[in-house]
């Protein structure tokens, strides 16, 4: 193998190129990286591979210290990568490892949509979720539906009814649940219920409803945040709710809900209840019945962890 720095010496002086031009180049050519690459890959690439990739070799080591030293770069975010393409060399451009890491980041963002939600559910983790007796239940309860869940996705898992007063963790809890799945790969819907109900009503004019039923009816996993939270009309409750949940119960789809009542409460001082005043206390039975079948009763207590 013929040393490398005399080719470079030799092409260089072939060429009478100008001393700046041979300054840059020389520098180029005595780069690590440049010459370790050259001698891996000598085998595959052509004799006169250094200077007819002299442009990419200069391409590389500039952008890669232009990328080093911070400066904007030819592809913001990309760091340059020697390759082989035809027997020349070539530069590829990949993601840095903090792009890498912020597109990870975004993917796992996605997995985990929310309605009408606030932002700072994203920062909520089953790590730092209370461990004091009182949401210990909870805590546990949810452990476990993401092992089971994780294990057979497809199957029929009972998932979690949160109840409790205001302020102790449910949402927190429910967005932790969410944030665990989407790190594992799974995908779901957090829907803050009372607002959901608002946007469907001024869907009706713009003819969204059924697009918007649809993404709630089919999240692989859903949960249904604050539900009772504000009076619902029969409509909402029968051809919001109850279309939702009996699609989910059909299909054995996990859903959860956080909610102020508990079960009972929410049959029979929200369900039953119309905001016109109706009594329907079959209706507000079928529908605690879909909710039952989907989730289990947690009764969460504690302090109140809302910022006074
Ligand atoms: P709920 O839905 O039961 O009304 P939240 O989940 O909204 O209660 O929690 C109330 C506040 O306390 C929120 O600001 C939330 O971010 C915070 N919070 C709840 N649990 C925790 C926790 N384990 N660690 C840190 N903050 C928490
Ligand atoms: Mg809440």
Redesign the pocket.
């Known amino acids: 193998m013929e040393d490398l720095s005399k080719t470079m010496q030799d092409l260089m002086n072939q060429r009478h190129l100008n001393d700046n031009y041979r300054q840059l180049m020389a520098k180029v050519y005595a780069d690590p990286q440049v010459t370790a690459f050259y001698h891996e890959h000598q085998a595959e690439l052509a004799e006169d591979v250094m200077t007819r990739s002299a442009a990419k070799l200069y391409e590389f080591v500039t952008e890669r210290e232009k990328a080093a030293k911070g400066t904007a770069t030819f592809a913001k975010g990309y760091e340059p990568q020697l390759i082989v393409a035809n027997h020349l060399i070539d530069v590829a451009y990949v993601p840095t490892v903090a792009t890498q890491e912020k597109q990870a980041q975004q993917q796992l963002r996605q997995r985990v949509k929310s309605i009408a939600m606030p932002k ?1 559910i994203r920062e ?1 983790e089953l790590d ?3 461990r004091d007796a009182d949401r210990a239940e909870a805590l546990m309860a949810a452990l476990d539906f993401i092992d089971a869940y994780e294990a057979s996705p497809k199957r029929r898992h009972q998932a979690l009814y949160l109840e ?1 007063s ?7 809890l429910l967005a932790a649940v969410a944030n665990q799945l989407a790190t594992d790969g799974f995908s779901t819907t957090l829907v803050h219920f009372p607002s959901f109900a608002v946007e469907m009503k001024n869907a009706i004019a713009q003819n969204g409803v059924a697009e918007k039923l649809d993404a709630l009816k089919r999240a692989p996993v859903l949960m249904i945040d604050d539900i009772g939270a504000d009076a619902m009309s029969a409509w909402v409750r029968d051809d919001i709710l109850g279309v939702i949940l009996e699609y989910r119960m059909q299909e054995e789809l996990p859903t959860f809900f ?1 909610s102020n009542f508990s079960m009972e409460q929410l049959e029979t001082e929200h369900l039953r209840i119309s905001t016109r005043g109706d009594d329907e206390p079959l209706k507000a039975q079928r529908l605690m019945q879909r909710i039952r079948f989907l989730a289990r009763e947690i009764t969460m207590v504690g302090a109140n ?3 006074q």
Not at 166 to 172: Q, S
């Open positions: 700072s909520a730092s979720f209370d409790g205001f302020g102790v963790g449910k949402t927190y956080s962890r809302r910022p």
